[in-house]
């Protein structure tokens, strides 16, 4: 199983970003899918992800970020707008199941300057 996560950069307060995660060996659709981010020395914390009904999304990220899936492509995507310094992480995608277990990706960079 593969999680490429892709689509960060640097970019300034209230600027957008899209990021990617390409699943291989897992089909996005049928399982929990979810972006996670982790800041300097902080924990990882759950930023997205698909629920039975619908998406959750944490309390700092709401009407904020948007989390996709394109079946076709297996990629599960994270459309984040009016980025803040504090959104500065490092984003992780995450997916599985409990039967299988849940992997992890590479994690991609996000910088917001202020």
């Known amino acids: 199983v593969q999680l490429q996560a892709s689509g960060g950069g640097l970019v300034q307060a209230g600027g957008s970003l899209r990021l990617s995660c390409a699943a291989s060996g897992i089909i996005v659709s049928n399982y929990a899918m979810g972006w996670y981010r982790q800041a300097p020395g902080k924990q990882r914390e759950l930023v997205a992800r698909?629920?039975?009904?619908?998406?959750t999304y944490a309390d700092s990220v709401k009407g904020r970020f948007t989390i996709s899936r394109d079946n076709a492509k297996n990629t599960v995507y994270l459309q984040i707008n009016s980025l803040k310094p504090e959104d500065t992480a490092v984003y992780y995608c995450?997916?599985?199941?409990?039967?299988?277990?849940?992997?992890w990706g590479q994690g991609t960079q996000v910088t917001v300057s202020s």
């Open positions: 698909f629920s039975s009904g619908g998406s």
């Open positions: 995450n997916g599985g199941a409990w039967n299988t277990g849940y992997y």
